[in-house]
Each structure stands twice: as C-alpha cells, then as structure tokens.
C-alpha cells in the first residue's frame, strides 16, 4: 500500500497508528496464549534464543538476556532496510518492538491463573492452535494498517515483496530459517514451534484480503490527492 499519486493527513495516520495497536494487542493476546501452552517457542525467538546461548558462551556477560538480543536483532534487520528499502520503516515499527512486550506481560498476568500449561497435552495443543490463529489475524491488521509492522515480519513482507509470491508461503519459509538457524546455533523448539510456522502463515495469507478491505474502509475519507 506505497503511496499512488495520494499523501495522509495528520488524522488519517493517528487512525492507522490506531489500528495497529488493535491489530498489536490481538497478535500478542495470540502470542501470550501461545507461550502459556509451554510447547515451544515462536520461529523468531528460536533464532534469539540460539544466537543468546551462542554469544552467552563466547563472552559470558551477565548482559547478555533474551531481551536485548531480541531487541539488537530486530534494531539490526531495521538498520539494513533503512539502507536497502527505507519505505517499509514506519512508526509502526518502533511502536511494535516497544509495546509488544508489556502487552504479552498485561495478557500473562491475566491468563496465567488459568493454568493452560497443566493441562493434558491435546488441550495444550489446541490452546496454541488457537493462539496461532490469533496471532495471525492480528499480525494481518497490523500489516494492513500500513503504519508499520514487527521488524520479524517485516523480513518476510520484504521479500514477498522482492520476489512477488504469496507473503503466506515466503512466512513458512522464513519461519523455517529462522527454526533450522536457531537450532544450529544452540536453540530448542518443540511442537508448538511446528505448529506456528506452518500455520501462521496460510491463516494469515486468508485475513490479508479481508484486513486489507477493512483498514480501507475506515481510513478512505481520510485520503487526500497529492498535489
């Protein structure tokens, strides 16, 4: 959604900015359920989690914790599309590597009395099922808000973009690299890993369609011309 011959008012990227922290919210209520089934980490935090254990061993700094090195990654992936393609850096992004952790903090003290981690397995399995398909549909609001998005996503949007196929199949695949390379490095996966690189993906190849309509009908009146 690169600007065709029409600039945003002031309103119409506070409504976009709006609309990603709903789509935010909703991803990380998906995400936070995800975590509680305890069945393995998401593709991307794989990938931290090996490159963690990497350097850990290396240096041994005290430092060294999930967070940061999640938050270097990402300030990494950003620097590299600021050279290659700056158009896809927007407020959105920053917002996205900032909030998403109090969110997912907010959802887990709300849900962790619920106990999702002693359930039986088949129940745990469908709790993360679950949180995957929500993680999808609000990542896919997110997208189509067209204010930004999580710097992880945008390494898949990137090259769907490069190479014209279908963001669902390149999500799979890059969710995969992420998998094998964390692996590699020292990272663990589970299950629940599978279930959200193979399923996060064609869910959120359906809701993109849909999103997109939506977001267009809310922030149409807000388009102006370019001069």
Same mark, same amino acid.
């Given at each position: ?16 900015? /709006?609309?990603?922290? /709903? ?92 106990? !999702? ?39 898949? !949007? ?13 999500? /799979? ?55």
């Amino acid at each position: 959604m690169k600007g065709e011959g029409m600039k945003r008012s002031v309103q119409e990227w506070i409504v976009r900015v /709006i609309i990603l922290m /709903i789509g935010l919210t909703i991803a990380h209520l998906g995400v936070t359920l995800f975590l509680l089934a305890e069945l393995g980490s998401d593709p991307f935090n794989v990938l931290i989690q090996g490159l963690l254990r990497t350097l850990y061993g290396i240096s041994g700094s005290a430092f060294l914790t999930h967070g940061r090195v999640h938050i270097a990654v990402s300030v990494l992936i950003i620097a590299v599309l600021l050279v290659e393609d700056r158009s896809y850096i927007k407020i959105g992004t920053v917002l996205c590597m900032v909030c998403g952790g109090p969110i997912i903090d907010f959802f887990t003290g709300l849900l962790e009395p619920l106990s !999702i981690q002693t359930l039986p397995v088949m129940a745990r399995i469908l709790v993360l099922a679950a949180g995957c398909a929500i993680l999808a549909y609000g990542m896919t609001i997110v997208i189509k808000s067209d204010a930004g998005t999580g710097p992880n996503d945008l390494v898949a !949007i990137v090259i769907s973009d490069k190479l014209k196929k279908k963001f669902s199949i390149v999500r /799979i695949l890059v969710d995969i690299g992420f998998v094998v390379t964390g692996y590699l490095l020292g990272g663990t996966f589970g299950v629940g890993t599978l279930i959200c690189a193979f399923l996060v993906g064609p869910v959120a190849g359906i809701f993109l369609p849909v999103n997109e309509r939506l977001v267009e009908r809310i922030t149409g009146r807000f388009h102006e011309t370019a001069e």
